[in-house]
Nanobody
Framework: QVQLVESGGGLVQPGGSLRLSCAAS????????MYWYRQPPGKERELVAE????????AYATSKKGRFTISRDNAKNTVYLQMKTVKPEDTAVYFC??????????????WGQGTQVTVSS
């Protein structure tokens, strides 16, 4: 059974930092591209960042570039999202997503349950 378990969320003050983790089990982690999404209150889920299977390539939603860093440790089956200089608008439930690609299409996809990040003074 595949599980993605996020952790590291919580209450943080504006301008602060936070590191989210997503631990994967039940899959060959190094075969999956990993993504962080977030869903602000009352809004649609949106992509935050993505990282390739070996971590060599990353991409970010424009507004997050420079403040957020995605990384992974395939030996620990874990993907991270380092958040710096957080803003109140970063308040959201953050989800990790694992995706395998076959012939250019999504073959398998899994979601975590999410972790709440609240940015407030």
């Amino acid at each position: 059974q595949v599980q993605l378990v996020e952790s590291g969320g919580g209450l943080v003050q504006p301008g602060g930092s936070l590191r989210l983790s997503c631990a994967a089990s039940g899959l060959t982690f190094s075969n999956y591209c990993m993504y962080w999404y977030r869903q602000p209150p009352g809004k649609e889920r949106e992509l935050v960042a993505e990282i390739s299977t070996n971590g060599a390539n990353t991409a970010y939603a424009t507004s997050k570039k420079g403040r957020f860093t995605i990384s992974r440790d395939n030996a620990k089956n874990t993907v991270y999202l380092q958040m710096k200089t957080v803003k109140p608008e970063d308040t959201a439930v953050y989800f990790c997503n694992a995706r395998s690609i076959l012939f250019g299409k999504i073959d398998e996809e899994y979601w975590g349950q999410g972790t709440q990040v609240t940015v407030s003074s």
